[in-house]
Structures are given as structure tokens and as C-alpha cells.
């Protein structure tokens, strides 16, 4: 082997050198000029590429169970909030002066409290407070279908009371009330079928699938980090 003997070196060696691709081991935050700011999405983004695909995943998706209860949930909230309108209607023509010969005081502290328990109906539903939720009618779902059917059915009787003529008012009780009939009916073969032990179970292995997500997506972080 020659030894350098300090003189110039040949051009063909600077084109060699020059033309060396980069380790290939080499971790491609290391060979950039400035390493991205950690945490940021760059990082993220340049830690995920690092990762071999076996440690990447999406977060587990709701179960249809738990999509349909959610939807069964909103639709009651909407039934109930139309029994509100519906009751504050009333309200409202009894003290505008209209319809004062067919309502009276009592009939008005009746639709008052209608309004309290379509409140209560909502309350149930978004299970917010939670002190609401652990209730008779929060826990029992055969109870809450029958009072809210009887919310209904109390809009469709304080129709026939109100006495008011035929028009866009009085279809629009007409049509709450029956639905909330609907919903309470519902509830209630949801009650007799067992259905809220079914929710419950996938509200847990839901919550259970999340916190091992979260194992997982720590320990992928930390792997990460170390690469």
C-alpha cells in the first residue's frame, strides 16, 4: 500500500470523496442541518417514519353498539326540545291574551312542570349531571320509556284542553307528542330486551380498547424518542 507523502491529492480521490452518499444507518434527523423542535409535528411526523409498521396504529373506532344508542340518545334530545317549544307556545298565547277563555292557572303550572320533566328527559339522556344519570330513570330504562311517553301523551291531552284551531301550532304539538310517545314505547322494549347491559358492556370494552391504546401509543412515543 502507497503512503501519502503529503503531497497534493489527485482529483480523481476529491471526486470520490465528494460523490459518497451518506450512512445509510444513519437516522435521517441526524444527516438533516437542524433537527426538528420536539413535539412538533415535523418531529412526530419524522418519528412515525423512523418506527417499523408494526408499532404504528389508528386509535379503536366506536362500535356501531354504542353509535346506535348515541343515535337513539339525540333523537330524544330533539323530541324533547320540540315538547319545550311546544309547552312554551302554549305558555306564551295564555299570557299574549290569546286562548284566555280555555286555560287557566293550573293548566299553566301543569305545562310549566312538563317543561321541567322534558329538561329532566334531557338531562337523562346526556347524562349530565352525573347525579341524574345514577336515578331511578337514569338506571331503569323501562321507567324512563314510560315517563317519556307520558310526556307526550301529557302534550297531546293539554292539546285537546288548549282548544286552539287547526294551523301550523297546533300540528306541531300534535306531531312532538307523538313522537315522544314513540321514544317512550322505544325505550321501554329497550328496557324489557336487556338493552342497557348491552350498551354498558360496550361502553366498557370501548374504554378498555382505548386505555391499551394508550399503553401502546406511550410505549410507542418512548420507542421513538430512543431512535
Request: aromatic share 10%; net charge negative.
Amino acid at each position: 500500500m502507497a503512503e501519502n507523502t503529503g503531497g497534493p491529492t489527485p482529483s480523481w480521490a476529491e471526486d470520490h470523496e465528494s460523490d459518497q452518499a451518506p450512512n445509510d444507518d444513519e437516522p435521517s434527523w441526524a444527516r438533516s442541518e437542524a433537527s426538528p423542535e420536539p413535539g412538533s409535528d415535523a418531529a412526530k411526523t419524522e418519528r412515525d417514519l423512523l418506527l417499523p409498521k408494526e408499532f404504528r396504529e389508528d386509535p379503536p373506532d366506536l362500535p356501531c353498539s354504542i353509535l346506535f344508542f348515541r343515535g337513539v340518545s339525540l333523537i330524544t334530545v330533539c323530541c324533547a326540545l320540540c315538547l319545550v317549544a311546544a309547552q312554551v307556545t302554549t305558555l306564551v298565547d295564555f299570557f299574549s291574551g290569546r286562548h284566555v277563555s280555555s286555560l287557566h292557572i293550573p293548566q299553566c303550572v301543569v305545562r310549566f312542570y312538563g317543561v321541567l320533566l322534558c329538561f329532566f328527559a334531557i338531562s337523562l339522556e346526556i347524562e349530565w349531571p352525573q347525579v341524574v344519570a345514577e336515578t331511578f330513570f337514569g338506571t331503569n330504562w323501562i321507567f324512563r320509556g314510560v315517563l317519556y311517553a307520558f310526556l307526550g301523551v301529557l302534550a297531546l291531552e293539554e292539546l285537546d284542553e288548549w282548544n286552539a284551531p287547526r294551523g301550523v301550532g297546533s300540528d306541531f304539538i300534535t306531531v312532538a307528542g307523538l313522537l315522544q310517545v314513540g321514544v317512550g314505547v322505544w325505550y321501554a322494549g329497550m328496557g324489557i330486551a336487556c338493552m342497557k347491559s348491552c350498551r354498558d358492556r360496550a361502553r366498557v370494552r370501548h374504554a378498555t380498547a382505548m386505555a391499551e391504546y394508550e399503553v401502546r401509543e406511550a410505549y410507542r412515543q418512548q420507542i421513538a424518542i430512543q431512535v
